[in-house]
Structures are given as structure tokens and as C-alpha cells.
């Protein structure tokens, strides 16, 4: 059995489920982090390592810096690769998603290869690695994007997080394909929500969130469809992919793809009139008007705004054998914890 795990974003929102998870299962896991002595960024993780049965060891790695995981690899039966920044408004995308999503996925890869000791990687990838905009889908022909499908409309201009996360994905089936020590499983989720272990993150998944519960989208939500799963299924996905010796390939996560208008009518069902909500959509073409207030282009909203989805996530249920929380359930969660940390 697989025991000493390299888990690579460990600090963050979905990487800290991840690790919780492991602990529990009595797994050594080996966290990198970019600089030790800021503990403050897995003190969380400690307390969680001090009452679980797994064991906690803090390694000093940067996605930038080459042969930077070959130490903490050394010895490590698996590696999950999760670091990747998670962030949409950027100024230079090359610096700040390319370059440590590319490199990092690179980097972390030649590790692997360079400890014979490495037998599985499971990567964190995400559906922006499938399909670059909603519009894609019916471009294609399609009624839905399956783990077939690989986003080819990203760029470093256009939605450069998606391109990072599909330039990073293919090097990973490239490394992949060079070798024969290590098996790869790729777990692809779509927008991640539900509570986080430490609310600090700043990934883009609770800042959505908060931008809703704060009343942003009050004069109208934009009508935009997303794939949305729980953090914690995410994380749990992850485990799945490392114990089960069958899983291999892509694997699509969204427990349902629904509207930013249709998720706060959730939130409404739950909480009733506590928060500012949204009571219709923006139509499309107030969205080309007031669109720079959400950081969203007149690109983006052509090819996105209006346009539904539909992911299939049969082979995460199926082969991986993942059981879906109900997305009302993810979300109450969700804005309980924000509701309770904004007292
Ligand atoms: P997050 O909370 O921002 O976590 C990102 C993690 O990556 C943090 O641990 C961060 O470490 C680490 N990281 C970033 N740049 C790094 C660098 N240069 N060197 C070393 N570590 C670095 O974001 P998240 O939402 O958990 O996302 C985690 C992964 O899931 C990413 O690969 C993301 O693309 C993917 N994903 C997320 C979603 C979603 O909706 N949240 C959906 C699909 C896929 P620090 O603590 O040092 O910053």
C-alpha cells in the first residue's frame, strides 16, 4: 500500500481536504511549501496532523525553481500535484499562471522521474484543461464535454488561467508518456465550492462566494453556467484516484452544471431574505456595459454569457467511484462558514 505521499498545494483550499483526508488514513505526508518559516500558512495542518494517525513533514519546494521537489520525491511512494495558482484577474498571466502551472507541473514531473521510488502521481487538473468557453460546446457540435475533450481556445490574452491549466495538463501526459515507472490519474474539477479548512485561501472558489453573500450580483446575476462539486468530494476524488489501482485517465468532476442566477436561488431556499440577492438575470447586453465591474471582457461575455453546459461526470462515478454531495448541501455548508467568519 501507497504510504508516503508528496502532496504539492497543500496549503491551499482543495489541497488541505486532501491532506486532512490522508492524516485521517494514516498516510505520511510530505507538504511543500514555499517558504517553511511561514507557519501561519499550514498551522492548520499541524493541528490536524497532532489528532490524526497520519504523520505531517514540511519540505521547502517553489514550482519555479528546477530539481526544487527531487528531495522531498526522494523516497516518496506518490505524488499529488496540486499547486497552481487559482487566479483570474492577473497582469501578466505568463508570470503568474503560465510560468508556475508549466514549469511547476514540469518540475514536479522530472521529480518523480528522478525517484525510482515514485509509482503514481495524481495531478489537479480542472475542466478548464476540457473546454476553454461555454460556446465551445455547441462550436464542436456537442451536447456535452466529455474527458475526450481538450480545451483549444484558451490563450495567454483569452482566459489565460484555462490555458495555463490545459498547457500544464498536456505536459503532464507528455512526461507521462516517457516513462514507465509512474502511473498518472488526472482528476478535473469544475468550480469548486463548499466550506474551507482555512478560509484565508485566496482562491477564486470563496471569493465568488463572498463577492454573492456581500451583494454584488444584487442588480442582477450574470447568466453564466458552471460545473460545480464540493470541495471536499474533490478531495476525496483525489484519495480514489490514489488507492484505486484501476483508475487511470481524466476524470470530469461536477456533482451538476447549473446557473450563477439558479446557485443563489439556492442560497435564497436555504437562508431566505439574510443575504442581497440577485431576483433576475443581467441581460446580456447590460453585461457588455457593466461586465469591466466583474472583470469580465466583451470576448468573454460573447462566448460565454448565455451559453449552457453539460459535463459528464459518469467516469468519476462510475470508475472512480465518487458519491456526489448535493450541491444545496455544499453550498449551506459553504455560506455558513463565510456567514459565521464575517461576525
Ligand atoms: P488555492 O487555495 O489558491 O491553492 C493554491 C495552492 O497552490 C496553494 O497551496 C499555493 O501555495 C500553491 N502555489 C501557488 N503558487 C505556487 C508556487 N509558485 N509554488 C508553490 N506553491 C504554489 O487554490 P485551490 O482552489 O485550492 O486550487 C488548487 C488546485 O485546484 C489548482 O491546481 C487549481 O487550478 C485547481 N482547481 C481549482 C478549482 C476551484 O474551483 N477552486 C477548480 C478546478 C481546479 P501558497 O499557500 O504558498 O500560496
Redesign the pocket.
Known amino acids: 500500500m501507497i504510504k508516503t505521499v508528496l502532496v ?9 481536504w486532501v491532506v486532512k483526508y490522508l492524516l485521517e488514513k494514516s498516510y505520511t505526508v510530505r507538504l ?4 517553511k518559516n ?1 507557519q501561519a ?2 498551522a492548520h495542518l499541524s493541528k490536524l496532523a497532532d489528532t490524526s494517525s497520519g504523520k505531517l513533514e514540511i519540505w521547502e ?4 525553481i528546477k530539481g526544487s521537489f527531487d528531495a522531498a520525491a526522494n523516497g516518496a511512494d506518490s505524488i499529488m500535484h ?6 483570474l484577474k492577473v497582469k501578466d498571466a505568463q508570470k503568474e499562471l503560465i510560468n ?2 508549466l514549469l ?1 507541473t514540469r518540475n514536479v514531473l522530472e521529480a518523480a522521474n528522478a525517484s525510482p521510488s515514485v509509482k503514481k502521481v495524481v495531478l ?5 484543461a476540457v473546454y476553454g468557453d461555454n460556446i465551445d460546446m455547441k462550436a464542436m457540435g456537442l451536447n456535452e464535454f466529455t474527458e475526450e475533450h481538450f480545451n483549444n481556445t484558451s490563450s495567454l490574452k483569452h482566459q489565460p ?1 484555462s490555458y ?2 490545459a498547457l ?1 495538463e498536456k505536459e503532464a501526459w507528455d512526461i507521462y508518456k516517457s516513462q514507465s515507472q509512474w502511473k498518472l490519474v488526472v482528476i ?6 463548499g466550506p ?1 479548512i ?1 478560509p484565508d ?6 471569493g465568488f462566494m463572498k463577492d454573492i453573500l456581500s451583494g454584488k450580483l444584487a442588480m442582477g446575476a450574470p447568466d453564466l453556467y458552471f460545473g460545480f ?1 464540493d ?1 471536499r468530494d ?1 478531495a476525496k476524488a483525489h484519495l480514489l484516484a490514489l488507492e484505486n489501482h484501476a483508475a487511470d485517465g481524466r476524470h470530469i468532476l461536477a456533482e451538476r452544471t447549473t446557473g450563477v442566477f439558479e446557485l443563489t436561488q439556492i442560497i435564497k431556499s436555504i437562508f431566505g431574505k439574510k443575504f442581497k440577492l440577485p431576483t433576475k438575470k443581467s441581460p446580456k447586453l447590460l453585461m457588455y456595459l457593466v461586465g469591466w465591474m466583474f472583470g469580465l471582457n466583451a470576448k468573454f461575455i460573447t462566448r460565454n454569457v448565455g451559453h449552457a453546459i453539460k459535463l459528464n461526470n459518469t467516469k468519476s462515478s462510475i470508475k472512480l467511484g465518487l458519491v456526489y454531495t448535493p450541491l444545496e448541501k455544499t453550498i449551506e455548508d459553504m455560506v455558513n462558514q463565510l456567514d459565521k467568519s464575517s461576525d
Do not use: C
Not at 504539492?8 to 488541505?16: P, R
Not at 511543500?32 to 517558504?35: A, D, F, K, L, S
Not at 519546494?61 to 519555479?64: K, N, R, S
Not at 496540486?82 to 487566479?87: D, Q, R, V
Open positions: 504539492t498545494g497543500g496549503t491551499g483550499y482543495i489541497g488541505s511543500t511549501v514555499r517558504n511561514k500558512n499550514y519546494a517553489d514550482l519555479l496540486i499547486a497552481s495558482p487559482f487566479i508556475p502551472a511547476g489537479t487538473s480542472s475542466v478548464a488561467y495555463s491549466k500544464a478535473n474539477p469544475s468550480f469548486v465550492m474551507a482555512n485561501t485566496n482562491s477564486e472558489s470563496i462539486v470541495a474533490v
